[in-house]
């Protein structure tokens, strides 16, 4: 079962999820193309996920799948990162720590060095941390001026022109019940270091989505 698909950089990969099994297996795979009839390979094949019991719910990819680069997940306390080498991808994950993650967490690295974190029922923060490879990570930020911060997906991004910092996060209109009703946010940097909302967008309608939204 495929739980969490991406396209990067002109390639499609998708990740299953394990659940309640430390030592289950881990599979990322790999479409040359989007042609319905492509039979995808097996990029990833592990059951070394460093003790996690539950991973799987969303993964990222830093670089090229096919050249250099990370497969990135994350579950209970940690960060777990795949390294990817001309193409061939580690077993064995390099491994950092963060504070304990409840449901569907979600990994966005924004380099090698940091990543944000959100779980889909901690109503609190984005954080940002810095990667400290078999430690704990330090947190550098985080953001919490959303309305409930019912969803994990976070998109920083930087106009170049202006080096003004912007984020999209997914989130929930203010004053809908269960998981109804998510919605985009667009947040800007303020010149104080802060985020402020600039515009929601609306909302997904009524249906829930208990799994969360990417952007």
Do not use: M
Not at 14 to 35: K, P, Q
Not at 96 to 121: C, E, G, M, Y
């Amino acid at each position: 079962k495929l739980v969490d698909v991406k396209y990067v950089n002109g390639h499609i990969l998708a990740c299953n999820l394990v659940s309640g099994n430390a030592t289950g297996t881990t599979r990322v795979y790999y479409w040359e193309n989007d042609d319905p009839s492509t039979v995808p390979s097996v990029l990833l094949e592990t059951t070394d996920k460093s003790g996690v019991a539950r991973v799987g719910d969303t993964f990222n990819v830093t670089g090229d799948p096919k050249g250099n680069g990370y497969i990135w997940f994350v579950g209970g306390t940690k960060v777990l990162r795949y390294k990817i080498t001309d193409g061939t991808v580690s077993k064995a994950p390099e491994v950092t720590t963060i504070p304990t993650t409840s449901t569907a967490p979600r990994v966005v690295p924004v380099s090698d060095n940091q990543f944000w974190v959100k779980s889909l029922h901690d109503t609190s923060k984005h954080i940002l941390y810095n990667w400290v490879s078999g430690g704990t990570a330090t947190e550098v930020e985080s953001i919490g001026c959303t309305n409930t911060n019912r969803g994990n997906a976070i998109a920083p991004f930087t106009l170049a022109k202006s080096d003004q910092q912007y984020a999209f996060v997914i989130d929930q209109v203010s004053g809908s019940s269960g998981w109804q009703n998510q919605t985009a946010l667009l947040l800007k940097r303020n010149s104080d270091g802060s985020w402020s909302k600039l515009k929601e967008f609306d909302g997904l309608g009524t249906s829930d989505n208990g799994a969360g939204s990417s952007i």
